[in-house]
């Protein structure tokens, strides 16, 4: 490959050492591109966010950041972040895998419901969830005679999060599902694998890095969850407020120094976390393919 | 454990691919299926081995019918062209995959699994590759890992469907032969489907060569090769000329020379097909009895065997030939040189009408 690149360039570059000589044309534009969207858009923000933050000085911050009611919302948000990805997980792959696998009629109308919850603002969604959950909802008022309740608690926030997230993994399985050879499974089968076995030992190792990926994105969704949240919440302190909640009534009692405190918290424990995911799925790449 | 296909249909829809095939394998026989893409051949090869049902007909194993079975009941050894290895495994645990599936009771303890899958590694010679993964080896190698895994079960019977297809030639001759000592020393039944008649006819004991959904004749190589059943048979097995001709009086002439028609397979005169072989052409430098004039249009004379191309002067027809060496020297052919030619043998069969 190298060598083919070599012998195809036109010319050979002088300007930088950094640059590698490519056959595809057009990398220093869009990388420069690239570069610049990232650093307007996402990079400046949060450099400014923890330029706030750092103006504090650090036991300014560790007050600010790390109080109980802060505690409890950092816990609750990634709790139930990590709890509705791993059950969406599950499920989504499920979902992925009727819709990859089976022909049924009303297909197409359960392939677009997936990707639903992209469409509706989460707002609206937050709404509707908290009409069927609250205690004289459709789904509230029978599990409240059996002595559940799921509106108002972190349970409720899980079953909005759930909803939310949904999409990303049935839609990050499903192109690895189609992909997935037919003949692996009959390899497995020849070799007196039951249907159990094979997905276990053979289908799910496969598509785990797809699954991994969608776990990190429904998880990141999750953590950033805001509108269908905070219906359903109740928003109780120490029980049920999420932290990007406590940001927000920190920014309405003007005190942005705390908010940006929690805000750079949850930004950095949420990148440490994608961090490792993303490490996991190179782990589990490297053994495969 | 010889295997029988007792009339056996397949139907796609509306497509048949398979038409009530009969066919019989002895325990120890190495069969080739042979045939063009569509044949059936390999719908053939999948309803053995259990992954698709057929339409009508049973499958019998040591004669016990096994058509309600599934794949996995069937205990098979099954190839697939494109190895269809795990490649989230290493080499070691995809050999060791059948062992370890089995259920708890019959499963071999860890310490024989290791030997067993260690012996069949070093079997196909792969022994210092076990903790790589599928990725990591050539096409070969990957073809050797499959046949390794499919042999960690014990079959009585090996189904390889286009083995050696995605490999290059000299990889490709190579398994072949290793193939065949493997067949002998284990003594499986072993059915291989390919579409390569050079394949067929050097490693199987015996071929079926399929066409449109049925088996157009079975036999031994040689069987097969020196006597084509059908005109199909001998179109697609090896090189041959196609002369159209005109039967008269029991005699046809090809190539300028007359051939005796045979009796069987027709009822007086009428328009014919002859084939013959390249190997069975004659040529000669100056004009000989019953010799045709052609000329010499293209030589290859690269390896032991001489190919030459030849167009007759008074229909432009072309024809190939092939002669050893020494004769291409003796000859001194060249391009564009005037030559008489002559058929050594021919076969003839009816042309169109079903007269075989």
New interface residues.
């Given amino acids: 490959m190298t060598t083919a690149a070599t012998t195809l360039a036109v010319k050979p570059t002088t300007r930088g050492s950094l640059r590698k000589e490519t056959i595809l044309p057009g990398f220093g534009l869009t990388l420069g591109l690239t570069l610049f969207y990232l650093s307007l858009v996402v990079l400046l923000p949060l450099a400014a966010l923890i330029a706030k933050a750092s103006g504090m000085g650090f036991t300014g911050f560790i007050e600010a950041a790390f109080t109980p009611r802060a505690l409890a919302a950092y816990r609750l948000s990634f709790g139930t972040a990590i709890v509705a990805a791993a059950i969406v997980s599950v499920v989504g792959l499920i979902i992925a895998w009727v819709l990859v696998r089976y022909q049924f009629p009303g297909k197409r109308l359960l392939d677009a419901c997936v990707d639903l919850p992209f469409a509706l603002p989460t707002a609206v969604a937050g709404i509707a969830l908290a009409a069927i959950y609250a205690q004289n909802g459709w789904l509230g008022a029978p599990l409240a005679q059996l002595g559940i309740q799921i509106a108002f608690t972190p349970v409720g926030i899980i079953v909005a999060l759930m909803f939310e997230g949904i999409p990303f993994v049935v839609r990050t399985v499903e192109p690895v599902l189609q992909d997935l050879?037919k003949?692996?499974e009959?390899?497995?089968?020849?070799?007196?694998?039951?249907r159990i076995?094979t997905l276990l030992?053979?289908i799910v190792?496969?598509i785990?890095p797809a699954i991994l990926t969608g776990f990190a994105l429904a998880f990141a969704r999750g953590l950033g969850e805001y509108g269908s949240v905070i219906f359903i919440a109740g928003n109780l302190p120490m029980v049920s407020e999420i932290a990007p909640l406590l940001i927000i009534i920190k920014l309405e009692q003007f005190d942005y120094a705390g908010a940006t405190a929690i805000a750079t918290v949850v930004l950095l424990a949420g990148f440490i976390m994608l961090f490792v995911i993303n490490w996991l799925q190179r782990w589990?790449k490297r053994?495969?393919? | 454990m010889d295997i029988e296909i007792d009339n056996v249909s397949k139907r796609f829809g509306t497509f048949t691919a398979l038409n009530n095939v009969n066919l019989t394998v002895h325990p120890g026989e190495l069969v080739a299926l042979l045939g063009p893409s569509g044949s059936g051949k390999t719908t053939l090869l999948r309803i053995i081995a259990g992954m698709e049902r057929p339409t009508s007909g049973r499958v019998l194993f040591g004669g016990q019918d096994l058509t309600g079975r599934s794949l996995r009941q069937r205990r098979v050894g099954f190839v697939f062209q494109h190895y269809a290895l795990f490649r989230h495994m290493s080499v070691f645990e995809n050999v060791a995959f059948g062992m370890r599936v089995k259920p708890r009771k019959q499963r071999p303890r860890e310490k024989e699994i290791h030997e067993r899958v260690m012996s069949l590694l070093s079997l196909v010679q792969l022994d210092p590759f076990a903790k790589r993964y599928p990725s990591q080896l050539s096409g070969g190698q990957r073809q050797r890992v499959a046949l390794a895994r499919a042999l960690a079960i014990e079959p009585a019977v090996l189904l390889l469907d286009e083995p050696f297809g995605a490999l290059d030639a000299k990889v490709r001759k190579e398994l072949r032969r290793w193939l065949r000592e493997l067949h002998d020393e284990m003594e499986l039944t072993s059915l291989f489907v390919t579409h390569d008649q050079e394949e067929a006819l050097e490693l199987a004991d015996r071929v079926v060569l399929m066409n449109n959904a049925v088996i157009e004749q079975v036999g031994t190589p040689q069987e097969v090769y020196d006597h084509p059943a059908t005109s199909f048979a001998y179109e697609f097995l090896g090189h041959v000329n196609r002369f159209d001709c005109t039967v008269a009086e029991g005699k046809v002439a090809v190539c300028g020379g007359e051939i005796a028609v045979p009796a069987e397979g027709f009822n007086g005169d009428g328009k014919a097909i002859a084939y013959v072989r390249p190997h069975d052409i004659e040529i000669f430098n100056g004009a000989v009895m019953a010799g045709r004039p052609a000329v010499v249009r293209y030589l290859m004379a690269a390896g032991p065997v001489a190919k030459i191309e030849l167009s007759f002067d008074d229909d432009g027809t072309f024809l190939e030939a092939e002669i050893g060496r020494a004769q291409l020297h003796a000859l001194d052919l060249h391009v564009g040189q005037p030559v008489y030619v002559r058929a050594r043998k021919a076969r003839i069969f009816a042309a169109a009408g079903g007269m075989h």
């Fill in positions: 050879d003949e692996v009959e390899a497995a089968a020849s070799l007196g694998a039951g076995q030992k053979v190792p496969t785990l589990n053994r495969g393919t």
